[in-house]
């Protein structure tokens, strides 16, 4: 039995499939357009910020992704100090490039030293702007930073003074809900991680791999 001859041809376009081709086309020439003019690079200050989950979350994403890609990465945890999470136990894999500091004494509804509370902050903020004037980090990140700025355990005057004072090529990331308008105004990329729906409120504890 002799086979079908085979069809080189290619299937007409419908209408819609027409106008969508165009339309994909002219989107790729605006967006190339737009890519062409986007020559400079610089260190960035980087906030996250919000009600909602994952500020640490994706900070911790953006120290793995600079890992991957060669550079050192110093982590200062100003409020976190008592749990054990997940991801410290993934980046500390990778000795060479990460150096982490717990220098928080736990979350702030745990503490009732107000005294206590300024004199953590105070070290891990020294050790943060160590951290930034040393060249050998390519990223920093300032976990729940936010916090200690919140109840005015820190100059926000003076932090945002330092973070402006790092070297052009350093990235830094702040996390921390309740972001301060002064840190706001000088940060390059803000991002406020909004609450929709949350598990808390059905009494769901938070849960290893998810929270911690």
Known sequence: MSEAPENDAAEPQSEDDARWA?????????RDRMLAKKTREKGLLMVHTGKGKGKTTAAMGLAMRAIGNGMKVGIV?????????????VLEAFPDQIEIRVMGEGFSWDSQDRQRDIAAATAAWNMAKEMIADPSFGLVVLDELNIPLRYDHLDIHEVVAGLLAKREDLHVVVTGRNAKEELIGAADMVTDMTMVKHHFRDDVKAQKGIEF
């Open 22 to 30: 165009e339309k994909k086309r002219k989107q790729k020439a605006a």
């Open 77 to 89: 945890q100003f409020v976190k100090g008592k749990w054990e999470t997940g991801e410290r136990q």
